[in-house]
Each structure stands twice: as C-alpha cells, then as structure tokens.
C-alpha cells in the first residue's frame, strides 16, 4: 500500500479521496495539456519529497497549492488578494507556506501543480 494511505493508521481516508478528485480536476483543467509524465533532474528529486509526505502531509499540500491555483485564477483581474489569507484553524507554519505560494513565479507554480497533480494520480490511481 502507498505510505501514508493505510487504513490502519486510524485514519479514515474518504475525505482525502474527495479531495484528491476535486484537486485532481482542478489541476487537470489548469495545467490543460501541458502534463508532462516523465521527469528528470530536479523534478525527480521534487516528485521523490512527494512520496515521503504522510497522507495528511500531502492532503495539506495539495489544498494549499490547489487554493492558491484558486486565488490566482479568481484575482488576475486587480489581483485584489495578494496571497491566501491566514486561517485560525491552521498551525501559524501552515499559514506562512500558504502566502509563501503566492511568490512562486507563474513557470515554478505550473511545475508545483504538475507535481501534486502526478502524486495525486499514482496515490489515487481511481481518480
């Protein structure tokens, strides 16, 4: 089984899979047909950080990244939201990587997106 996504972990995964196809859909419709499936240099070691990511790790990941796809598709006209704003809910760490997204240049976030779309499909392979 894919580390991180064993149910004897006490975790229920349902709502990671629901998430995974709503972040998969939207990766999939933002990259279009820019996915590139095999990789080399640095995006392999990228892709092998992926792998070690527990199901929650990755889980948070991708909601980030998957939001912040969001908030740049809705503010490109005025760009009225800088970055994702701060949640109470999340740990204060969790919130400076969100607005640390926001700086990613449009070539770097594609390639991020490109990466959590291809962990997605290989840990989710039903999506």
């Known amino acids: 089984m894919v580390k ?8 229920d995964l349902q709502p990671y899979r629901t998430a995974a196809k709503t972040h998969y859909l939207e990766f999939s419709q933002y990259l279009g047909g820019h996915l590139v499936p095999e990789v080399s240099g640095s995006r392999v070691t990228a ?3 992926l792998l070690k990511l527990t199901a929650l790790q990755f889980h948070e990941l991708s909601t980030d990244v998957c939001d912040e796809l969001v908030r740049r598709k809705n503010g490109i006209v005025g760009n ?13 760490k969790r919130n400076q990587a969100r607005q640390k997204l926001s700086t990613l240049p449009a070539p770097r976030f594609q390639l991020l997106a490109g990466d959590v779309h291809s962990e997605l499909s290989r ?3 039903q999506l």
């Open 4 to 11: 991180g996504l064993s149910e004897t972990e006490g975790h």
């Open 47 to 49: 892709r092998e950080k």
């Open 80 to 92: 009225e939201v800088p970055f994702l704003p701060p949640r109470d809910d999340f740990h204060p």
């Open 123 to 125: 840990r989710y392979p």
